[in-house]
């Protein structure tokens, strides 16, 4: 299981950097993840 942080949710939902945004994707569809109740704050 891999635990997301908030810059890995910030890249995948804003797109603000290609690269990183398409690193983030491939790790939430191809992983399960977690995330704390604190990253959605």
């Given at each position: 299981?891999?635990?997301l942080d908030t810059n890995i949710v910030l890249r995948y939902?804003?797109?603000d950097d290609e690269q990183?945004?398409?690193e983030a994707?491939?790790?939430i569809?191809?992983?399960d993840v977690q995330v704390n109740i604190e990253?959605?704050?």
């Open positions: 299981m891999v635990m939902l804003l797109n990183m945004a398409s994707e491939t790790a569809k191809n992983n990253t959605f704050a």
